[in-house]
């Protein structure tokens, strides 16, 4: 084990330490000491950027989770205690984020498989959390779901990946430093079609839906604006070795698609504000599938910053809308669009981060959404002279 590692350990066990003790001692002492505590432990999981060698997609990914993750950990810990009248939520919350933040830093394959497999645990029990505490039994139906059709197809492609590696590689060469022969049709099928699920792109997005609407909102907040991103992050890892790419930019453009024409038809028709917002976070997910296709096709830089824009605008918006929808439940006990009039009279603030967070998804300028929409048609009308299903590929995204 290298001085590297060794001290990420230290870094993610302080971080923890300081994260719980955040989470205990709110509303029992003074509340600013809970929030400097969450800041100490979330700033020390940023420092994790200065001391190791990362790609640019892992620092993006990085940075965005401890950014966004840093507002959920301090609005769940509020929303705990006000819904549920206990700190566990929060305390599950930080873990979760944790959890996902060591898979993003991992350096060997046997960490990324051990790390990945504790933050799927981890949110198994938070979708499921209602459930645990006698809330709503049907979080547990929706917590088996993102077993079935999220954890099980992504482990079998990491297990895939061990098995061609062998263990002792595994614990011993870096990551990036793998030979991995990966250009079989079939192995470049599951793996692909493994982390599509986790990024809930057709044909195994069936268990988003329910996953978020019935998860508490600051885990809803989590899996759509970071977790789901670990699908393309396991794409994009695999496309380093030896894969099929033809295969892969196939399947990720053709399901990639219809993902994102699929989500963004039912969303349309949702009546609660938590499946609609899940739905969109499927369509959305199809756009960043199609462009991750067109990365895997032609490994242009325009494509891999539109991707990067996505993933960090997609966060942005939906992480702070499912926070506001967490509000939203908490002051009306509702989530029904056509029953919240006049709630901007009620909550202004939380009114007008949600507006700003929707021009966001409208892509109008000069959000998060614009520059990520701006990048993607930027790098997609920069190759249709080129080819002509690019502009099939255009007509998709203007439809999303």
Do not use: C
């Amino acid at each position: 084990m290298e001085n590297i590692d060794i001290y990420r350990y230290i870094v993610f066990a302080v971080s923890m330490l300081t994260l719980y003790s955040g989470s205990i001692v709110y509303k029992s002492y003074y509340e600013w000491i809970s929030v400097i505590l969450k800041i100490i432990g979330y700033f020390a999981l940023a420092s994790l950027i200065i001391h190791q060698p990362l790609t640019t997609l892992q620092l993006v990914l990085i940075l965005t989770t401890v950014v966004i993750g840093l507002f959920i950990s301090l609005f769940s810990q509020q929303y705990s205690y006000l819904k549920y009248n206990s700190k566990s939520l929060g305390l599950i919350t930080d873990l979760l984020l944790v959890t996902i933040v060591m898979t993003l830093t991992s350096r060997y394959l046997l960490e990324l498989v051990l790390f990945w497999l504790a933050s799927e645990v981890i949110g198994f029990m938070a979708i499921a959390y209602d459930a645990f505490v006698g809330v709503n039994n049907e979080a547990m139906r929706a917590s088996l779901r993102y077993l079935v059709f999220s954890m099980i197809p992504t482990d079998i492609a990491l297990f895939i990946l061990i098995a061609l590696v062998g263990l002792e590689e595994t614990l011993t060469t870096p990551l990036l430093a793998l030979s991995l022969d990966l250009t079989s049709q079939v192995i470049t099928v599951l793996l692909v079609l493994g982390f599509m699920a986790k990024a809930s792109i057709m044909p195994l997005h069936f268990w988003l839906p329910d996953a978020h609407s019935l998860a508490p909102s600051p885990i809803s907040a989590i899996l759509s604006g970071i977790m789901i991103k670990l699908g393309i992050y396991g794409v994009l890892i695999v496309a380093q070795y030896s894969l099929n790419t033809t295969v892969a930019y196939n399947i990720l453009l053709f399901f990639g698609s219809l993902t994102a024409i699929y989500g963004g038809v039912q969303a349309v028709y949702q009546k609660d504000v938590k499946r609609l917002l899940a739905y969109s976070s499927i369509s959305h997910m199809g756009v960043i599938g199609i462009l991750t296709a067109l990365y895997l096709n032609k490994p242009e830089t325009l494509f891999f910053y539109a991707i990067t824009a996505f993933i960090i605008a997609h966060a942005v918006y939906k992480a702070s809308l499912f926070m506001d929808t967490g509000v939203l439940e908490l002051a009306s006990h509702e989530r029904v669009i056509d029953k919240l009039g006049y709630i901007h009279r009620v909550l202004p603030v939380e009114t007008l981060a949600a507006i700003t967070a929707i021009l966001s998804i409208l892509g109008i300028p000069p959000t998060a959404g614009f520059i990520a929409k701006l990048w993607a048609f930027s790098s997609i009308l920069h190759e249709i002279v080129i080819d002509t299903t690019y502009i099939f590929i255009l007509i998709v995204l203007s439809l999303e």
